[in-house]
């Protein structure tokens, strides 16, 4: 089966005065088509992080996907433009808090 999304190694971290917080770190997984994900955890562990990464929604500055790959449908979203990212949120990817 060949993966709807795609998530490796992704990692996301914010850059404040006090530091570097490592919000997302090191994060992999696969959906395949029809199936449904569910992250769940403590409050700060980063699933709305993880999230936002995937959606290309977090702030920058102070955040900042630092590594990993994001392929939805075989296409990188860490390298599509702003609009490629705009038609893609809400029509292919959402999300549910």
């Known amino acids: 089966m060949t ?3 795609d998530v490796k190694n992704l990692s996301t971290h914010f850059f404040t005065p006090a530091g570097v917080i490592k919000a997302v770190d090191d994060v ?3 959906l395949g088509e ?3 994900l569910g992250l769940v955890g403590e409050s700060g562990c980063g699933k709305s992080v993880t999230a936002l990464s995937i959606m290309r929604l977090v702030p920058d500055p102070p955040g900042r996907i630092v590594g990993g790959s994001m ?3 075989g296409r990188d ?3 599509l433009t ?3 990212m705009r038609d ?3 029509r292919s990817i959402g999300m549910i808090f």
């Open 88 to 90: 893609i949120r809400g």
């Open 82 to 84: 702003d609009p490629e």
């Open 28 to 30: 992999t997984f696969q």
């Open 77 to 79: 979203l860490r390298t």
């Open 71 to 73: 392929e939805f449908m």
């Open 34 to 36: 029809g199936e449904t």
């Open 3 to 5: 993966a709807l999304l």
